[in-house]
């Protein structure tokens, strides 16, 4: 399989009813350099100019922007361009070869005197995440004993795509994994936090992955859900395997996450990695349109 190079378009609008008088930001809006993933070209924008801003890598790597107003203005706008060059990932994936689920738990368990590994971090509950019964019992129906880590993880996406209904403004930022448990539906945010959740329960490193999905599918290709916006995905700790040990599982279109999908940035859950973020003084009720183009250059 060829590389393919695709061009990402974002723009952000935020229009608010009163004037903001100061605000402060943090953006996540350059996707990462990744072994798989390469960095052409990337630009951005923000209107009104800010009063300062600059750049610094958060605690996962991700490059991330602070910007900040001290004039007033009603409104926000965050555009973006990048274009990337994607490598296939998976073509001499061996997915009954992966170690078995509780040998790659045991590893990341902690033991007195025992090797530290850095992906152990992502085995914890986080902001968004609860480790829960239910989602344990949920996750054991994919992993029998002795099952390669991989072939249970892909059944557990399997499933979680067919018992969950993708319902758009059912769910909100900050809906908990727990609670789209519960409800059966949501958002690619949901699924990918539901599917977190099963994981780190029995033990396993599972990251939340921020991007976006090509919207001009190759001819004879399906269109992906989520795809005019901004999209989440699960990483799976896969030790042994190429992709630096991780694997990408997007379970609410039920595939491996490859050539059509563009990683922005990578974390614990959403809290970790949203588009935009801050603190606003003023500004009333607001308005905010996004509009996402993803197309092969």
């Keep these: ?15 608010y009813s009163t004037l903001v008088e100061t605000a402060q930001h943090l953006a996540t809006i350059r996707p990462l ?37 001290e004039a007033p203005h009603d409104y926000l706008l965050m ?24 040998t790659v738990a045991h ?6 005197g025992g090797a530290f590994h850095a992906e152990s971090e992502f085995c914890f509950a986080s902001p968004n995440i609860a480790l829960l019964p ?21 059944d ?19 809906t908990p994994a727990a609670r789209a448990f519960a409800l059966r539906h949501g958002v690619c945010q949901d699924f990918a936090q539901v599917m977190i959740g099963c994981l780190r329960s029995i033990g396993l490193a599972a990251r939340y992955v921020s991007g976006y999905l090509r919207n001009d599918p190759p001819a004879g290709a399906p269109a992906m859900i989520g795809a005019d916006a901004s ?36 974390g614990r859950d959403y809290s970790d990695v949203s588009l935009l973020r801050g603190v606003i003084l003023g500004g009333g009720a607001h308005r905010v349109d996004v509009a996402v183009d993803v197309r092969a250059d």
């Excluded at 490598?87 to 689920?101: C, E, S």
């Excluded at 590893?107 to 007195?112: F, G, S």
């Excluded at 799976?236 to 922005?264: E, F, K, R």
Aim: glycine fraction near 4%; hydrophobic fraction near 45%.
């Design 1 to 15: 399989m060829s590389d393919t190079r695709l061009t990402v378009s974002h723009r952000t609008t935020y229009r």
């Design 33 to 69: 350099e990744l072994p798989w993933q390469r960095v052409l070209a990337h630009r951005d924008c923000i209107e009104p100019a800010p009063s300062y801003q600059r750049s610094r890598l958060d605690a996962f790597g991700n490059e991330v922007l602070y910007f900040s107003f």
């Design 79 to 102: 555009t973006s361009e990048t274009t990337v060059m994607l490598a296939p990932r998976y073509a001499t994936l061996d997915i009954a070869a992966t170690l078995a689920w509780e």
């Design 107 to 112: 590893k990341l368990r902690y033991t007195a």
């Design 134 to 154: 239910e989602l344990r019992a949920y996750a054991l129906e994919s992993f029998a004993p002795g099952a390669p880590v991989l072939a249970g993880a892909i």
């Design 156 to 174: 557990l996406m399997h499933r979680i795509h067919a018992d969950f209904a993708y319902r758009p403004s059912t769910t909100a930022f900050d």
């Design 231 to 266: 999209h989440a995905w699960v990483s799976l700790y896969v030790p042994g395997v190429d992709s630096a040990g991780w694997i990408d599982l997007d379970p609410t279109n039920d595939v491996l996450a490859d050539q059509g999908h563009v990683t922005l940035a990578i």
